[in-house]
Nanobody, 120 residues
């Protein structure tokens, strides 16, 4: 059974930094892409940053230059370093693994979400 376990959220002041981690566990054959999405109250879930198996990255315009996604492929783990945080970054951040292949088949998986609050 595949699980995505997130950690690293919390409360931080504007201008501060946080680092999120997401580890995929289970019998995993391959993962096409891993990344982070977020959902603020009253808003739709949106892409923050993703990392494909080929090594390419994709960032939302609102986080470019402030957030950095990285990965440890051997550990099926993805990280999100968030710097210069703003109040508008406040949201629940969700880890996503797209086209994750196990011996049972292929599917998309989500973590349980971790709260990030930017406030003074």
């Amino acid at each position: 059974q595949v699980q995505l376990v997130e950690s690293g959220g919390g409360l931080v002041q504007p201008g501060g930094s946080l680092r999120l981690s997401c580890a995929a566990s289970g019998i995993i054959v391959s993962i096409y892409a891993m990344g982070w999405y977020r959902q603020a109250p009253g808003k739709q879930r949106e892409l923050v940053a993703t990392f494909t198996r080929g090594g390419s990255t994709n960032y939302a315009d609102s986080v470019k230059g402030r957030f950095t996604i990285s990965k440890d492929g051997a550990k099926n783990t993805v990280y999100l370093q968030m710097n210069s945080l703003k109040p508008e970054d406040t949201a629940v951040y969700y880890c996503n693994a797209a086209r994750l292949q196990t011996i049972q088949g292929v599917g998309d998986y989500w973590g349980q979400g971790t709260q990030v609050t930017v406030s003074s």
